[in-house]
């Protein structure tokens, strides 16, 4: 936007750019930019030219959209599932909004007396935080989840929804013996800047592993993969990531020998 100094860089390896693949510093509807592309057909991508320009941009949104949580069998699905609370790998993922700069989450829970709201700029909530920040969500129960966003200004309103999420904490959850399966995990920094993520595992149960570790964009598509082979209950290294990765909010997929666990990943160029 030459009138308000925005800039905005993403590489994809097709002729087409999806608008909610933007996810760190949307485009803003109702503003004109001026776009321009080049490409890697006559070499590096770095040193090629860009195209001649032209203005595009968004419609401005007259009423902001309702969205919920995701549905199965989309990746990510969050409607009607269980979630243990205060885990490093508990999330819940919001269909994403084009546009869309903050999502706000809701959970109710009426017989306990449970309303509360947490505001993220992106539409994932991990389900770990204190007394401090807010009750904490109990073992057994059930919370309705509701979501307002906001785009171009304008806010959807909580919008009526029938997704719930219920806490288990017993272990007794597939999810809870792959977590100790695979150990604890632990990415920094993140949000990645220089294109360099620490990975780290530690506890896991098995003597020799396999380990793979993908990354993957908010449509579920692959974008990195590697593999490892490691021994012992530790395992530490340095993922390299390709600067055409555009800035966003990504999931990143560890398989320890079939069993797998998420984390989320930030990339910020």
Known sequence: DPDAGYIRRIARNRNYI???????????????????????????????HFGTGCEMGLGAAQVA???????????????????????????????????????????????EGYDQTFI??????????NNNVAPMLQDGYTYNVQMNVKVNGLYSGFCPSSCNITIDNSGNRPEASVTQA???TTLWPNPVRDGQVHLNIEGIRDADQQITVDILNIHGKKIFAKEFGNSGERFNTILDLSSDIASGVYMLRITVNGKSTVQRLSIIR
């Open 18 to 48: 999806i608008f909610n693949e933007m996810l760190s510093v949307p485009l803003t509807p109702g503003v004109k930019y001026f776009a321009r592309v080049r490409t890697d057909r006559d070499g590096p991508l770095a040193s090629a």
């Open 182 to 184: 695979t150990g604890e």
């Open 65 to 111: 959209p309702c969205t919920e949580l995701i549905q199965a069998p989309a990746y990510g699905h969050s409607c009607n599932e269980t979630r243990a609370f205060n885990t490093n790998n508990s999330f819940i993922y919001a269909q994403p909004v084009v546009g869309a700069t903050e999502y706000q989450f809701r959970l109710i829970n009426a017989q």
């Open 120 to 129: 993220r700029n992106n539409y994932i909530l991990q389900l770990k935080w």
